[in-house]
């Protein structure tokens, strides 16, 4: 028997996502397996979300969010026998699935694998994808926890593999439950470990900071464009440098668009702009239209090659950035910074945007930013502070020239 719980979750577990993929919609899963006598063996509770990035019939690249699991079910979640495996196994959507597999040692289990498998077939969610049907991504786990002990882990964890990223967060499970009663004994992952424990001063040298990297130079300007049928669609023209923050390690890369691959893809309400190099696995930039009358960038998708082989990847739908009306471009001369989530941000140098309704392959119009506005708005209160001086002294000057020339002719 399976006793299974769906819930929305507020609060921190919600927060926590949005700093890495937005406000998306976001569900507590929570799983009570019972064997033949009705006592618990496996028990879960957990809290995930999927981006599947996908090529579409026009030979671009877009990335989808997965995170409504108010539809699943569970059939196939088991208990495990002498023959079986205990696994977890919950369906959602249309052909999606995802699966836990367990395996047990003398004194340890082990979460051993993770498999996700979904549809390009559905329409919804993929409605211009190039490749049809299921499509399936297995991830080895294989770390150990003590037999009778819970696995916890609040802290994000992350999946990579072949376009595909899997976010884990508030996660609780045990499998191989003994006597029908979940433990109180908690067996951590290492970034709980580490944001819980309290490291003893021993000396009177200040505590290392994050590794922070050598400042880099001003990224080179780079122009990109995407075309459609009916022409040009889309401009940019920016500088680019991005900073983000992995094992406590601050990193920045510099955009070099002599080296840069760039495509895209133009919509009545959306457009895509997707950029990738020898260490960017792709950085896209989404943009929108909201009002009928106005347009701005909606979403930031990037995957970075790592220097020690990994992947960074981070992804944000909710971002409210470069607004600005319809049948205009967007400008900002200053840097600006994109902030994508607390651990990366990207830096924007001479800046100029047109996602729609681009004419004869030209920027129209340009809408200054605000730092560019308060640059003007700085010369111009001294020149206006300058002027008033000026004119108090002419006046001054001149009363006391007139006082000058009444005194003479009193004389």
Avoid at 184 to 213: G, N
Wanted: glycine content about 6%; overall charge negative; charged content about 15%.
């Amino acid at each position: 028997m399976v006793c299974f719980r769906l819930s929305p979750v507020p609060g921190t577990g919600l927060v926590l996502l949005c700093l890495v993929l937005g406000a998306v919609s976001s569900y507590a899963l929570e799983f009570n397996v019972t064997d033949s006598e009705k006592a618990v063996c496996l028990f879960a509770k957990w809290q995930m979300n999927f981006t599947i990035r996908y090529e579409t019939t026009n030979k671009t690249y877009k990335t989808v969010t997965i995170s409504d699991f108010s539809t699943a079910s569970y059939n196939g979640s088991v208990c495990g026998d002498d023959q079986n495996n205990p696994k977890i196994v919950v369906q959602f959507g249309s052909g999606f699935s995802w699966t836990v597999n367990f395996t047990k040692e003398e004194s340890t289990y082990s979460i051993d694998s993770i498999s996700f498998s979904y549809n390009t077939s559905d329409k919804a969610t993929f409605p211009d994808a190039k490749d049809k049907g299921i499509l399936t991504v297995r991830d080895a786990v294989g770390f150990r926890i003590p037999l009778n002990d819970m696995f916890r882990c609040n802290s994000l964890s992350t999946l990579e593999n072949s376009g595909v990223v899997q976010y884990y967060w508030d996660v609780h499970v045990q499998a191989f439950v003994q006597n029908g009663t979940v433990s109180t004994k908690e067996y951590l992952c290492e970034k709980d470990k580490t944001s819980t424990t309290v490291v003893p001063i021993t000396s009177t040298a200040a505590p290392s900071p994050t590794t922070a990297p050598t400042p880099k130079e001003k990224p080179e300007v780079g122009s990109y464009s995407v075309n459609n049928s009916n022409g040009t669609c889309l401009l940019a023209t920016m500088g680019l440098q991005l900073n983000f923050t992995h094992n406590k390690v601050v990193s920045i890369i510099n955009i070099n668009p002599n080296t840069t691959d760039f495509t895209g893809s133009c919509q009545p309400r959306s457009a895509l702009l997707s950029l990738n190099s020898s260490n960017v696995k792709y950085l896209d930039f989404v943009f929108a239209v909201k009002n009928e009358n106005r347009f701005y960038l909606k979403e930031v998708n990037v995957s970075v090659y790592l220097v020690n082989g990994s992947v960074f990847s981070i992804a944000n739908n909710n971002l409210s950035y470069w607004d600005a009306p319809l049948g205009s471009s967007y400008m900002c001369n200053k840097e600006q910074t994109i902030s994508v989530s607390g651990a990366f941000q990207i830096n924007t140098f001479d800046l100029r945007v047109q996602p729609f309704n681009v004419m004869e392959g030209k920027y129209s119009t340009a809408q200054d930013c605000s730092a560019d506005d308060d640059s003007f708005l700085v010369p111009i209160a001294v020149g206006a502070a300058l002027a008033g001086v000026l004119i108090l002294v002419l006046l001054a000057y001149f009363i006391g020239l007139k006082r000058h020339h009444a005194g003479y002719e009193q004389f």
